[in-house]
């Protein structure tokens, strides 16, 4: 076995678990992959007492759930509340059901929790693990927040700082792509590129969601009808924010931007987040209606991660279910995620309207939206976000993978085929 670490700067870990087997196990294979610095502990107690000793902290937390004297979740509580901010793996031999739920609970206090395994551990699962540790085990000097100002947005915007990329949503039946998501983009001329969720987010704070916008609704139309002069004929998503539903004349720009690049109104999508419009006013709703009368489709982005998913459903005509990828996510492996989503998926099916799962980032969850019959998909496994010249490149050597995604699975073979 190699022994050479994954993650280079993993090299001291503390592994917190009552249990002498499965706490030895777990440090041998820490030894394995190249931490040198092992350090253990029988309970949450005894593993704060520690930290407060040790001159560095280690690099890394595993911890178990069930404890004497102070559990697993305990100690995540405590951990947040003493301020230490280490990576944690959170390991368990109950059902992933609830260690997903104490991981959950210690990422909403804000802790970086990497991975909730069940035990015993294995090294492959731990090298998995720690692949996603590089980004959580950044010193807090290199994930400081970008220190942009509106004004440094509003100059991107009108200074051709921002631009789109495209995410293909593909067939999982045919695996054949029919359309692409247009996602915002921002380089800053001195920072490089801004993380989408923070100028989005100041954009929606400063008055600057509508410029910036329809500025994606131009660069993104302008684009499809391009591919469309060239023969590639691909549906284009588009974000509408929730603060721009208040915008009565809303409808009335896009469809003139639709109109000006002589688009069918069919062929864009527009994704409204669940959230957006669980207390829409007329106003919204008016948008919604004049949008959908036009022609566009209307897709409710994040299925399930609100209160009122089937009201929306019912109270807005949407073309489009796209379920969240909290609820695709190595669905494979998890069977509450597998109920949840056959359900989402069976609801749009007797609806008779598409659904998107995103977030599809391994081909086992792929093969179970197929079997699940879902329409369409995007995520990693496909294809990440890439800017319009990269996606012509893409779809050339796209067309030899595809045969991987639309071979038929062997449980979809026949009987009278499946041992020839």
């Not at 950044?138 to 400081?144: I, M, N, Q, V």
């Not at 639309?406 to 020839?420: G, R, W």
């Amino acid at each position: 076995m190699s022994t050479r670490n994954p993650i280079g700067t993993i090299r001291s870990v503390l592994i917190v678990d009552d249990s002498t087997v499965q706490r030895n196990h777990a440090a041998e294979l820490c030894q394995s992959i190249g931490m040198r610095i092992v350090h253990t502990a029988t309970n949450g107690r005894e593993a704060l007492s520690l930290l407060a000793g040790l001159s560095s902290p280690p690099d890394l937390l595993i911890v178990d759930l069930e404890m004497p004297t102070m559990d697993g979740s305990q100690l995540l509580e405590r951990l947040q509340r003493q301020g230490i901010d280490i990576p944690i793996l959170v390991a368990s031999s109950r059902e992933h059901a609830l260690i997903d739920l104490v991981s959950e609970m210690g990422s909403v206090l804000g802790l970086r929790v990497i991975a909730a395994l069940k035990k015993p551990l294995s090294a492959e699962g731990l090298r998995h693990a720690l692949s996603h540790v590089a980004r959580a085990a950044l010193p807090e000097s290199a994930r400081k927040l970008l220190a942009f100002t509106p004004e440094d947005l509003a100059a991107g915007i009108d200074g051709g700082q921002i631009h789109v990329h495209y995410q293909p949503k593909v067939d999982v039946r045919t695996g054949i792509v029919r359309g692409v998501e247009a996602l915002a983009r921002w380089t800053h001329p001195t920072l490089g590129a801004v993380p989408a969720a923070d100028f989005i987010r100041l954009a929606e704070q400063s008055d600057l969601i509508h410029p910036l916008t329809m500025r994606i609704v131009g660069d993104a139309m302008l684009q499809a009808a391009s591919w469309m002069a060239h023969g590639l004929h691909l549906s284009m998503a588009i974000n509408l924010s929730p603060q721009l539903l208040d915008r009565a004349e809303l409808a009335d720009e896009l469809i003139a931007a639709q109109e000006s690049f002589g688009l069918q109104a069919a062929g864009v999508t527009f994704e409204i987040t669940e959230g957006s419009v669980v207390s829409s006013h007329g106003v919204a709703l008016g948008v919604l209606a004049r949008l959908r009368l036009r022609g566009f489709g209307l897709s409710i982005d994040d299925y399930g991660t609100g209160f009122s998913s089937m009201q929306q459903l019912a109270r807005i005509p949407f073309t489009e279910l796209k379920i969240d990828r909290s609820f695709v996510h190595n669905a494979h492996e998890r069977n509450n995620l597998q109920v949840i989503l056959r359900s989402a998926l069976e609801l749009g099916n007797k609806l008779g309207i598409a659904t998107v799962a995103e977030g599809v980032e391994t081909l086992e969850d792929w093969r179970l939206l197929r079997k699940f019959g879902c329409t369409l998909a995007q995520g990693h496994l496909i294809a990440k976000p890439m800017s319009a010249a990269d996606l012509a490149a893409w779809l050339k050597d796209y067309r030899l993978r595809r045969t991987d995604l639309s071979a038929p699975d062997i449980e979809d073979v026949p009987d009278s085929m499946a041992n020839l």
